[in-house]
């Protein structure tokens, strides 16, 4: 990736003096103001600039900001006015076509920074006074949040609006708008610090000064990336609209970094210092205020993106170039317009154009499929197998790769703004959301139809949820989700939410990344200095106990500090480093055709396999993937295979079991699924059966519950039981308490008891041979 830098060749309208400021009104429009005291718009359509207003010669302009497109459910295409902040001490609020609607006196000496919140509804000022205000979208004072004696050169609102970060000389202040709040404040650099800028979507900090370096922040204050210093003081910063890049600008250097800090590109155009950098909507260009009175452009281009033995790359704004590495195909994929996303996975590219959307298949360069886009940016594409996921400016909306529109989820508060890869996720039946307002709760989505999943209940955890993933493959009662939370911890859980909740459990700590493989059920995830493959995550629903023996490790220092996981296609898992290069890393191919021959039924095959193999991480998968399938027979070799003796001997007493509710119920307690263990036997009229469950269990407050449930029918036989345990088990406690001597003096007949026991396991025997003779004689014509 790198950036393609251009200066309009002769523009009609030039300023005279450095460059201040820069803002984009839509994709193609910027305005810029400089101490010549004019406003010029540049078209970079027609290559045409145009003077707006020349300002009165005492105001010298110093920061521009337009007013949010997005204001609650109305949009507007292209924003109508903006914020100028100026030398005088007040901040003018000017129309498109130049009108100045209103000067306020804000500050004494220069006002040097003005920013809109996301909503449109405040604006926040500071100055060489050191004054933090906060105003109403009319220009009405509302408060002075912060007062210091040294100036205040660059401010940023945090992403819900509720918090302004602001400098303040060496050190960053971040200050919440409620009275009383905690303050953050740390030491960020060694020099004044210039300019700040906080991204709205992946939640980050960026920070820049002159002490000749710019810095990648947590919201916490926590440090990211810390640059090598350059040769002079970095004079400007900005995120990208969808936080996966960020611009720095310096004395004739333009910078393009990814999010976590290592750098895509360095250019070093003759332009002075950029004192001010500016994103366009769609992400793709940058423009830069200068100090030699110049405004230079910069387009994103060689964007790379790979599969298999795909890869794709955009060469120029409108061109892609498509690589066949087996054969060394090339083709070449012109558009109409700008090209701002695009995904390649599961066999098809999707690429979307300022006004369209390009569907691909790789087996089919020449005849791309395309429909018309709702909205023009498109901020994310996501792909499952069926189908896809764009996110714009107006919502989330699924469509087939015939270009079908599917559904369009929504929920109350929804912003699409803020959606990112870790936040939002995709199935072939799912579609799981992360909720910005309350960042424990998770929103599970039917993706046929767009309606909450099952009866609607959402999918909430005790911490803050920071990433999500969502399985790729297997049936929809079966999908899963994964999650890290603010702990970094990770968690699985059904997206299933019928009737009782569902269990969340913990499959891991320290995780920093993850992702599902494209292929089969396996997960993969960074944790501290591990690398960790869960080959059947689904072990911790069916016998917690050898999940430790399912999973791969090694070790993961060699991936240096924050590394991430890029892909994980078959049995190969990419993973980019901090420095920004590239590791591809194979996993043993062996687990992924277990789940292939287990999803086919194939047990005597995934026996052969294990076999051949001979490693105990298999066996384990299979002895798990048996028992969740129910069969006894395949679970019974695997787990004698792993030497858990105790519960081969269970698995064959479960065989001996006369009916098959009696083994369908020992099945799901040898799962630890007590409670569906009794409600199966009591639907089955098994009642002694499920007694005596909760006998082995010592659960003796349920018993007499049960037992009082079914009108005291089986009393005598819980007391005969319960003494003959006390008896062997805890005879000094029988003379402390009343109610054990009390069943002693009891009048029990213990042999009408064991009759009474032997009876109803008499009749569970001669019900189950005759439901089998039945099914073999079968029915008569």
């Known amino acids: 990736m790198r950036l393609k830098i251009s200066l309009l060749k002769e523009p009609k309208v030039t300023h005279q003096e450095l460059v201040s ?140 609006s509720e918090k302004v970060l602001y400098t303040a000389g060496k050190q960053l202040i971040i200050k919440p708008l409620q009275p009383n709040a905690k303050v953050l404040q740390w030491k960020a650099h060694d020099g004044i610090i210039l300019k700040v800028d906080w991204n709205s979507v992946n939640d980050l900090i960026l920070s820049a000064g002159e002490d000749c370096k710019y810095k990648v922040w947590d919201s916490y204050g926590r440090l990211l990336y810390n640059s090598q210093p350059h040769e002079h003081p970095i004079t400007s910063v900005a995120w990208a609209p969808d936080g996966e890049l960020f611009a720095v600008g310096s004395f004739h250097t333009l910078r393009l970094c990814d999010k976590t800090g290592w750098s895509y590109a360095l250019e070093k155009p003759n332009t002075g210092s950029i004192f001010n950098i500016a994103w366009s909507v769609d992400g793709t260009q940058i423009a830069g205020a200068c100090g030699n009175g110049h405004v230079v452009f910069a387009h994103v281009v060689e964007q790379r993106w790979e599969w298999k033995n795909f890869q794709v790359t955009l060469t120029k704004r409108r061109t892609m170039q498509v690589r066949n590495v087996l054969n060394d195909a090339v083709d070449l994929l012109e558009f109409r317009d700008r090209v701002i996303k695009a995904s390649l996975n599961y066999a098809h590219l999707v690429v979307s154009t300022s006004l369209q959307c390009y569907v691909f298949s790789t087996k089919n360069w020449n005849t791309p499929l395309i429909f018309d886009l709702k ?80 009866d609607g209940k959402i999918l909430s955890h005790t911490n803050e949820i920071l990433e999500i993933a969502l399985d790729q493959k297997g049936l929809t009662n079966d999908r899963k989700i994964a999650f890290i939370d603010k702990n970094r911890d990770l968690y699985i859980t059904s997206v299933k939410r019928f009737g009782k909740e569902e269990q969340i459990i913990k499959l891991g700590t320290m995780v920093h990344t993850l992702a599902w493989s494209d292929t089969c059920n396996i997960l993969c995830g960074l944790q501290d200095t591990r690398f960790t493959v869960w080959y059947y995550p689904n072990t911790v629903y069916v016998d917690k106990d050898i999940l430790p023996k399912t999973l791969y490790e090694r070790d993961a220092s060699e991936f240096s500090k924050n590394p991430h996981i890029v892909s994980f296609v078959g049995n190969q898992v990419t993973i980019r480093r901090a420095d920004g290069s590239l590791v591809h890393m194979s996993i043993p191919p062996y687990p992924a055709i277990l789940h292939e021959y287990v999803n086919s039924s194939k047990w005597e095959d995934a026996i052969r396999l294990c076999r051949f193999v001979k490693e105990q991480t298999m066996w384990a998968c299979l002895a798990a993937m048996a028992v969740a399938n129910q069969d006894m027979t395949t679970a019974e070799i695997a787990y004698a295979a792993i030497g858990e003796i105790d519960k081969v001997q269970y698995i064959n007493s479960i065989k001996d079991l006369p009916s098959k509710e009696s083994k369908m119920a020992h099945i799901l307690m040898f799962s630890g699924n007590i409670q569906e263990a009794e409600i199966l036997l009591l639907q089955a009229g098994l009642v002694y059966q499920a007694i005596q469950i909760n006998i082995n269990l010592y659960n003796w407050e349920r018993l007499l519950k049960m037992i009082i449930f079914f009108k005291n029918t089986h009393i005598d036989s819980l007391f005969y039981i319960k003494f003959k345990w006390l008896l062997t088990f805890s005879k000094n406690q029988m003379a402390k308490k009343p109610f054990l001597q009390s069943m002693l003096k009891l009048q029990i007949d213990w042999e009408k008891i064991k009759i009474k026991i032997e009876m109803e396991i008499s009749k569970e025997r001669e019900r189950s041979s005759s439901s089998q003779s039945s099914t073999i004689i079968g029915p008569k014509h």
């Open 21 to 160: 400021c820069v803002g984009w009104t839509n994709a193609e429009e910027l305005y810029s103001c400089s101490d010549d005291h004019q406003i010029v718009r540049w078209n970079l359509l027609t290559s045409e600039t145009s003077q707006i207003v020349k300002l009165p010669d005492d105001i010298y302009p110093i920061d521009l900001h337009w007013f949010p497109k997005s204001l609650g459910t109305r949009k507007q295409t292209q924003a109508e006015s903006f914020v100028l902040t100026s030398s005088d001490g007040k901040f003018h609020l000017i129309s498109k076509l130049g009108r100045v609607e209103k000067s306020v006196e804000a500050h004494c000496g220069a006002v040097l920074a003005g920013r809109w919140n996301y909503e449109g509804t405040a604006l926040v000022t500071v100055g060489e006074d050191g004054q933090v205000k906060i105003w109403s979208k009319t220009g009405m004072l509302r408060s002075t949040l912060a007062q210091q004696g040294t100036p205040v050169y660059s401010v940023a609102w945090d992403p819900d």
């Open 375 to 454: 909205e023009g940016t498109v901020s994310l594409i996501l792909q499952a197998e069926r189908h896809f996921l764009l996110v714009d400016g107006g919502g989330i909306y699924l469509y087939s790769y015939e270009g079908r529109f599917i559904s369009s989820p929504k929920f109350p508060g929804m912003r699409t703004d803020i959606l990112n890869a870790q936040t939002v996720s995709l199935s072939n039946d799912t579609i799981a959301i992360k909720d910005k307002a309350d960042e424990k709760i998770i929103f599970l989505f039917e993706a046929s139809t767009g309606k909450p999943l099952g």
